[in-house]
């Protein structure tokens, strides 16, 4: 039985591909918000369209993927959110930029528009802005509750958001997340775009997870004109995804202890993480391997030179990460800081589909490399590690356990690397066509859904980062812990800002 | 630990030699930078990153700025928390709409004298996203810039020769 088999449908989008997408009416709409509901499948994305939106639904076992479109007759459809709360922020989303309501959502409140833009809806019906509003936080009210504005600008070193904490003494009550300070318009960049400049734009979207980005833009591209990517590219796709997850995960790992103020673990994985950087120099031209990867292949073939320097650098991982892990074990001072806090429970993370490290480390495996699966995965063996504990402690084991596993894969690809091409060109459909596509990131799955107009263009493309499943779950996390454990939480999500924002 | 920490004695540092001032960065600031700013600065300045709607590009390169490769402190440069600490501001991304005006009151609570550097090539003109109905542009159309440096993201390398550049001139 398949997902939309308990769905009626008024017709079936021919052009669409890996998966079917179903038109809806009502009825349809509904009984789609059931399964979320019984929890039969999960969110995988929602977006308008013009006068539709889109839902993508991805079933309980992994297996499988299904897209329901509802026609907005009068600009309005039944609010998912109502029912599934995972749909908030996209519901929100979608009014600010296509003038689209979702009627019965309990937040009506703007989301990405912060009121600047000059404008309203930029992807609909463009209307002339009212003045700008100011933002309604939820109100809270208890006896000696004080508030803690924190951003747009950070005391760091990354990206703005707004953050405003509800406290009692040092416990936090609540936080709101207030996002969409680095709204830079790149769906409406995206139409109309060649698929060149929207590759680009693709690789652009998040920098940390530019080849994962651009590897589902490819991916979408190839399914929607039935293009074949030859196998040797493929192969460095996944060096460079795998290259990419270790520096991210070195980073990650470090900065975490580094907000427990362990600043050797930090001195340590930065070492890593700049060898591998250099390491993907060595091999494609560009440390983070931005604009490598384009539909029909790969940019570049890896240099004579870079296959010894991946070696070495894995060598030099496997000669210092174990003694590090061991580090990381044994210190009593930073395990009192991570274990046990910012605990997300896995209930959460199923009703919400979060995936990447703050699914696996609440028990929810879902590894876009697994299933739906993409070449070359497939023909590599890995692990996805899952564990149940949901706290910060095992977000880093995650990250840990995931480190171990894209070495592994790294030596699988270089010893069955294919030879051959690196790129075939993608030839346009006469007519439109649309492809999904969904890479792993390192923080988790990115969706990009997208249609093609006859002469290969790009007519409307979605790019969904992982966080929007799992910022909301931060907020969750954070509840009744203390404020000083809140850079450490944070920084075990390391959800993104820009791939959120768009 | 002791393991590790010994191993980090005995190999001696990993930090490399700084590259050269960027000479195109030179002749930019010169205009720039008067000669009682420096005298009151000494050799060191205090930075403060803004990320005005970038990829996050921009910041990983900075900070690769601190790790024992690049070290950027035995330069006399540190990151700072709050602008009012800082000399210099370095501003990565396009300007979003909406960064706008956080940007402009970073800009303000900054005290005088003050550099702004635009660091990548979308604060140089706002790059892959200019045009947008919500990108207001590079930094230079919402507060003045000292000195710009390019790449996409500019590498720590790349990075350093520009803050060199700057200090020569300023501190």
């Known amino acids: ?50 006068p539709v939106v889109h839902m993508a639904l991805l079933a309980e076992d992994f297996r499988e993927i299904a897209v329901v479109t509802y026609v907005c007759a009068d600009g309005s459809y039944p609010s998912v959110s109502a029912r599934h709360p995972a749909a908030g922020r996209l519901e929100r989303a979608i009014r600010d930029l296509y003038g689209l309501d979702a009627v019965g959502a309990p937040d009506n409140r703007s989301w990405l528009d912060l009121g600047f833009w000059g404008m309203r809806h930029p992807l609909g019906k463009r209307a002339t802005a009212d003045k700008p509003q100011p933002y309604q936080f939820l109100p809270v ?70 080849v994962a980005y651009a590897f ?210 993608v030839k346009p459909k006469a007519k439109a066509c649309e492809g999904l596509g969904l890479a792993e990131a390192f923080r988790g799955d990115v969706l990009v859904w997208l249609r093609l107009d006859g002469k290969g263009r790009v007519e409307r493309c979605h790019l969904r980062d992982p966080s929007w499943f799992q910022w909301p779950l931060l907020e969750v996390a954070i509840k009744d812990n203390i404020v000083a454990d809140f850079p450490l939480c944070n920084k075990s999500f390391n959800c993104s800002y820009s791939g959120h924002d768009l | 630990m002791r393991r590790t920490l010994f191993e980090s004695f005995a190999h001696g540092p990993l930090t490399e030699p700084a590259p050269a001032p960027d000479e195109t960065g030179l002749v930019e600031l010169a205009k720039a930078v008067n000669r009682a700013a420096r005298v009151k600065l000494g050799r060191s300045l205090s930075i403060r990153q803004v990320d005005a709607g970038s990829c996050n590009g921009c910041e990983l390169e900075i900070h690769a700025l601190n790790n024992a490769f690049y070290d950027l402190e035995r330069l006399g440069l540190h990151f700072v928390a709050s602008p009012r600490h800082a000399d210099v501001l370095m501003v990565t991304g396009p300007v979003t709409k909406n960064m706008r005006e956080a940007l402009l009151r970073t800009y303000n609570a900054t005290p005088d004298p003050k550099w702004v550097i635009a660091v990548g090539a979308c604060a140089a003109d706002g790059g892959v996203f200019a045009g947008s109905y919500a990108v207001a542009g590079g930094v230079k159309d919402v507060v003045p810039v000292d000195l710009t440096i390019p790449g996409c993201p500019p590498n720590p390398r790349q990075l350093l020769a520009g803050l060199q550049a700057l200090l020569q001139n300023a501190a």
Not at chain 1, 165 to 185: C, D, I, M, P, S
């Open chain 1, 1 to 50: 039985m398949t997902l939309l088999d308990s769905i009626i449908q008024r017709e079936t989008a021919k052009q669409h591909r890996p998966w079917p997408r179903a038109i809806v009416g009502e009825d349809g709409w509904r009984q789609a918000i059931d399964l979320l509901v019984e929890g039969r499948c999960s969110l995988l994305g929602m977006w308008g369209d013009a």
């Open chain 1, 141 to 210: 009210e208890g006896e000696g509750l004080h508030q803690i504005p924190v951003g747009p600008v950070h005391a760091g070193i990354i990206e703005p958001g707004h953050f405003r904490f509800t406290a009692n003494g040092e416990h936090v009550v609540r936080l709101e997340q207030r996002l969409g300070y680095v709204h830079k318009g790149i769906e409406s960049l995206m139409e109309g775009a060649p698929l060149e400049r929207a590759a680009q734009l693709a690789s652009h979207t998040s920098g940390d997870s530019t």
């Open chain 1, 216 to 425: 589902a833009f490819a991916q979408a591209v190839e399914v929607a004109t039935q293009a074949t990517v030859p196998p040797r590219a493929t192969y460095l796709r996944a060096l460079m995804a795998e290259l990419e997850r270790l520096a991210n995960h070195f980073g990650d790992i470090g900065a975490i202890c580094n907000d427990a103020a362990f600043a050797l673990m930090h001195a340590q994985t930065s070492i890593l993480r700049e060898g591998t950087l250099r390491a993907a120099e060595a091999c494609f031209g560009h440390r983070l391997m931005m604009d490598e990867i384009v539909p029909g292949g790969v940019v570049r073939d890896i240099a004579e030179t870079g296959v010894g320097q991946v070696q070495a650098l894995l060598a030099k991982i496997r000669s210092t990460f174990p003694r590090l892990v061991e580090l990381y074990d044994n210190t009593a001072s930073l395990q009192d800081r991570t274990v046990t806090t910012g605990i997300v429970k896995p209930e959460y993370v199923r009703q919400f589909g979060a995936g990447g490290y703050v699914g696996r480390a609440s028990g929810r495996g879902f590894d876009a490399r697994r299933m739906p699966g993409c070449a070359p995965y497939g023909q590599l063996t890995f692990d996805v590690p899952v564990l149940d504990a949901g706290d910060v402690n095992a977000r880093v084991w995650i990250r840990i356990r995931e480190v171990e596993q894209s070495m592994a894969l790294i030596d699988q690809i270089l010893n069955h690397l294919p030879a051959g091409k690196i790129y075939t060109p």
